[in-house]
């Protein structure tokens, strides 16, 4: 299983890619929706899940790397992960079918729900 992580914190990067190959995914991490697009428009393999910031520096946020994503393969699931809940919330559209993530969380929490989407 191969995980997109898009997250512009170093050290919420870091932790996350260790926690989730501690329990057996490929993680390829971006620090930024503009490296993420870069990603995709060059994939090294295929993701099997996208876990995006939502609010990030630079052109791309995480709505538009989650359409990207869905673009290229619709049926991939999407975390979209936040610490700004009410601003997410003007634009969140429930039909998408993305996972919201509200920060902070615990390593645990996304291991659990990465599995969940997974059926792992």
Known sequence: MCVLLVEDEPMIREVMAETLQDAGFDVYPASS????LELLSNPPRHFTILITDFHMPGQAD???VAARMRNLDPGIPVII??????????SWREELGY???RKPYLPSQLVRLV??????
Not at 81 to 90: F, I, N, S, W, Y
Not at 115 to 120: D, T
């Open 115 to 120: 599995r969940s989407l997974l059926g792992r």
């Open 62 to 64: 995480g709505a538009e």
């Open 81 to 90: 992960a936040t610490g700004r809940p009410e601003v997410l919330q003007a």
């Open 33 to 36: 929706g503009d490296s993420a």
């Open 99 to 101: 996972c919201l993530l």
